[in-house]
């Protein structure tokens, strides 16, 4: 079943590749979304794909990137339709 997620990670999560390391296990897992850098220092990550895949992307974050320290990780079904055309991607990369 299809399911769509709003997930904020907090900690030390800026700056330490956390972003690219999401967006790369969402491309392997073909799960759609975009990663995003917020101002209260936190990651804001909006994503689509199957249960099962989406579980599997929640575990990565969890695990993080040995210069990110994961202090929550805070999952919510969002029920606003977005559409992502089947990619995953960094907001603000090149900022």
């Known amino acids: 079943m299809k399911r769509s997620l709003r997930i904020t990670v907090g900690g030390k999560v800026q700056n330490v590749g956390l972003r690219e390391k999401i967006k790369k ?51 919510e079904s969002n029920t606003t339709p977005r559409s992502f055309r089947g990619v995953f991607r960094i907001i603000g990369e090149d900022e």
């Open 25 to 75: 296990v969402a491309e392997e897992l073909k799960v759609e979304g975009t990663a995003e850098n917020t101002e209260d220092g936190s990651v804001v990550i909006y994503v689509s794909g199957q249960s099962e895949t989406l579980d599997a992307l929640i575990d990565a974050i969890y695990e993080g990137t040995k210069q990110s320290s994961i202090e929550f990780v805070d999952v």
